[in-house]
Antibody, heavy 122, light 110 residues
Framework: EVQLVESGGGLVQPGGSLTISCVASGFTFSSYWMYWVRQAPGKGLVWISRITNDGSGTNYADSVKGRFTISRDNAKNTLYLQMSNLGAEDTAVYYC???????????????WGQGTLVTVSS | QSALTQPASVSGSPGQSITISCTGTSNDVGGFNYVSWYQHHPGKAPKLMIYDVSNRPSGVSNRFSGSKSGNTASLTISGLQAEDEADYYCSSYTTSTTWVFGGGTKLTVL
């Protein structure tokens, strides 16, 4: 059974930093791209970053570019999101998702975690 | 990276059919057949309902169907059931090798 479990969320002060994690199980983690999506309170889902299966390629939404870094440790089956210079607008539930794409099909996020809440407030 | 456009809300009675639209541009919805639809119950993990415009993952009811015309994709739910009440999001791959989501549609089953 595919499982994704996020952790590391919490309360952080404006301007602060935080790293959240996503531990994967039930599939060959090193074979899949992964992405992060967030949902601010009362708002919709917003894609923020993706990483290739070997970690060699990353991409970011303009809203987090230069402040967030996505990475992975395939030996630990773990995806990370390092967040810095956080502002109130970054308050959200952060979801990791497995990207189910091949050369002829792309499911986007085919399995998702339950999310971890990051609150930016003084 | 503008969000895809979805209606904020739709509603229907049990047994009826509803359709949710999702409008993008030629850089996303119109440029690829990689549109997905997600069902999201608050506090839970989003669930993939449709991928590649019209394909259903294993285990998803055939009451859910998808289509696309030009820059607009659509999700149709037939035979509405109470458990279908949720938020629905479309998503598309883009020319920037990123993804973009719609703003979400709240489905109310009357």
């Amino acid at each position: 059974e595919v499982q994704l479990v996020e952790s590391g969320g919490g309360l952080v002060q404006p301007g602060g930093s935080l790293t959240i994690s996503c531990v994967a199980s039930g599939f060959t983690f090193s074979s899949y791209w992964m992405y992060w999506v967030r949902q601010a309170p009362g708002k919709g889902l917003v894609w923020i970053s993706r990483i290739t299966n070997d970690g060699s390629g990353t991409n970011y939404a303009d809203s987090v570019k230069g402040r967030f870094t996505i990475s992975r440790d395939n030996a630990k089956n773990t995806l990370y999101l390092q967040m810095s210079n956080l502002g109130a607008e970054d308050t959200a539930v952060y979801y990791c998702a497995r990207v189910g794409c091949t050369s002829t099909s792309c499911k986007g996020g085919d399995y998702w975690g339950q999310g971890t809440l990051v609150t930016v407030s003084s | 990276q503008s969000a895809l456009t979805q209606p904020a809300s739709v509603s229907g009675s049990p047994g009826q059919s509803i359709t949710i639209s999702c409008t993008g541009t030629s850089n996303d919805v119109g440029g690829f057949n990689y549109v997905s639809w997600y069902q999201h119950h608050p506090g839970k993990a989003p669930k993939l309902m449709i991928y590649d415009v019209s394909n259903r993952p294993s285990g998803v009811s055939n009451r859910f169907s998808g289509s696309k015309s030009g820059n607009t994709a659509s999700l149709t739910i037939s035979g509405l059931q109470a458990e279908d009440e949720a938020d629905y999001y479309c998503s598309s791959y883009t020319t920037s090798t990123t993804w973009v989501f719609g703003g979400g549609t709240k489905l109310t089953v009357l």
